[in-house]
């Protein structure tokens, strides 16, 4: 599958494949500060949170875009966005821990519409908010939060009740460019085929905003510490061209194999999408040991399997772990 890239990346389009997670209650920030690997207790309404919920050993079960909204019964709640593929199982996971607290999490999903935003149709929304994750709300319930860009342009995630009109901006744009720059803005989404795979820092989630060192305990927190400060980290995540791949042989949760060792994988595929110019691009957790260009690595097979070549990311890593 192959498109032809706008000039520029423009528009917006809806975002079918999210669902979304209210959780409401006097008790619903601090509940999820001490679920999630983010700081929810400091959570205001101009800033949104890129975080993780991880197993007791350190791996990562989902994934969100969390912020506080005003609900229509006056209080404050949080939506957590996610992939919708995860969104039972991990409200169903996240439910067992409320126990006493004032907290109430349903699927909220038929309650809101999302749209991504690209160029000046996220620009114009926010003007004023220029770091990725701040938020601004909207006349009629609505809200945007800035992401990371890609391919240079501003990129924004548009969450409003359902029924409300779609934001302007132009003409639409093409779902599948939107899923294009989602993997070339190189922040990965956690999807069904790669629950339980990495921790946090696989995913550069420490120098993306998913993790604040600084807050109280969480499940699989000593584990997040432990690969943070004793230098027990052996992966990261790249991203890739796949020249001559399709999304079948290059979707998530693929194997990444070294010419070297035709046995044992070095790396599995996050997230993929078609790219503008023909093939697939890629982010791809492998170990670091790995990511050099003498590796000659290939998805799915050593000896036959679409080549992968890395290419730089869009932002800088944090110190090396």
């Not at 690969?227 to 980290?233: M, W």
């Not at 050099?292 to 932002?315: D, H, N």
């Amino acid at each position: 599958m192959t498109f032809s890239l706008p000039a520029p990346l423009e528009g917006a389009t809806p975002l079918a494949h999210l669902g979304v997670i209210r959780v409401e209650g006097d008790d619903a920030a601090a509940f999820l500060h001490g679920q999630l690997t983010q700081d929810f207790a400091l959570l205001d309404l101009q800033h949104a949170r890129l975080a993780a919920f991880l197993s007791a050993k350190g791996r990562m079960q989902a994934s969100f875009i969390g912020f506080k909204r005003v609900g229509a019964s006056g209080g404050s709640e949080v939506l957590l966005i996610c992939s919708r593929d995860l969104l039972a199982a991990t409200l169903k996971r996240l439910s067992m821990f409320v126990l006493r607290a004032k907290a109430r999490l349903t699927d909220a999903t038929a309650d809101f519409a999302l749209y991504g935003l690209a160029g000046s149709a996220a620009d114009a929304l926010l003007a004023d908010a220029a770091e990725p994750w701040a938020k601004r709300d909207l006349a009629g319930g609505a809200a945007v939060v800035r992401l990371y860009p890609a391919a240079g342009q501003s990129r924004a995630l548009w969450v409003a009740p359902a029924g409300t009109p779609a934001p302007g901006g132009g003409a639409p744009l093409d779902g599948a460019l939107w899923h294009w720059s989602e993997v070339q803005s190189g922040v990965a989404t956690l999807t069904a085929p790669v629950v339980d795979a990495f921790v946090p820092q696989m995913l550069n989630y420490e120098s993306v905003g998913g993790v604040n060192f600084k807050k109280g305990c969480y499940p699989g927190q000593e584990v997040v510490a432990r690969s943070q400060f004793r230098g027990t980290l052996k992966r990261r995540t790249y991203m890739a061209h796949l020249p001559h791949a399709t999304l079948e042989s290059a979707a998530a949760g693929a194997e990444v194999f070294a010419q070297a060792d035709a046995e044992q994988p070095v790396g599995t595929v996050v997230q993929s999408a078609a790219t503008p110019s023909g093939g697939v691009d890629a982010l791809v957790s492998l170990q670091i040991a790995s990511a050099t260009p003498e590796a000659g690595l290939r998805v799915g097979s050593a000896a036959g399997g679409p080549e992968l070549t890395l290419l730089p990311l869009p932002y800088t890593l944090l110190e090396d772990i």
